[in-house]
Nanobody, 128 residues
Framework: QVQLVESGGGSVQAGASLRLSCVGS????????MGWFRQAPGKEREFVAV????????LYADSVKGRFTIVRDPAKNTVYLQMNSLKVEDTAVYYC?????????????????????WGQGAQVTVSS
């Protein structure tokens, strides 16, 4: 059974940095995308970033491009989200998720509905 466990959330001031970690277990992820999504209070879950585990290629939401970086460490079965220059509007619960590359077209990597496994979430709070 696939399990994803996030860590690294917290409360920071605007302009600070945080790094989220997501450790996966239960299978190898070589044929998967691993993504980060977030959900703010009263809002729908939204795409943040995704990485193709095998190729290392990445994609970001426009709102975080240039500030957030997603990387993976295959030796640790871990994906990281480095978040720099945090803004108040980045406040949300952040979730990592995994889906098979074969689950849908590559154009669907931003769609949370294609992801079959989710972590429990990590709270990130940014204050002004």
């Amino acid at each position: 059974q696939v399990q994803l466990v996030e860590s690294g959330g917290g409360s920071v001031q605007a302009g600070a940095s945080l790094r989220l970690s997501c450790v996966g277990s239960g299978r190898t992820f070589s044929n998967d995308y691993m993504g980060w999504f977030r959900q703010a209070p009263g809002k729908e879950r939204e795409f943040v970033a995704v990485i193709n585990w095998n190729r290392g290629t990445t994609l970001y939401a426009d709102s975080v491009k240039g500030r957030f970086t997603i990387v993976r460490d295959p030796a640790k079965n871990t994906v990281y989200l480095q978040m720099n220059s945090l803004k108040v509007e980045d406040t949300a619960v952040y979730y990592c998720a995994v889906r098979s590359v074969a689950a849908g077209p590559s154009s669907s990597v931003r769609n949370s509905g294609f992801y079959g496994y989710w972590g429990q979430g990590a709270q990130v709070t940014v204050s002004s």
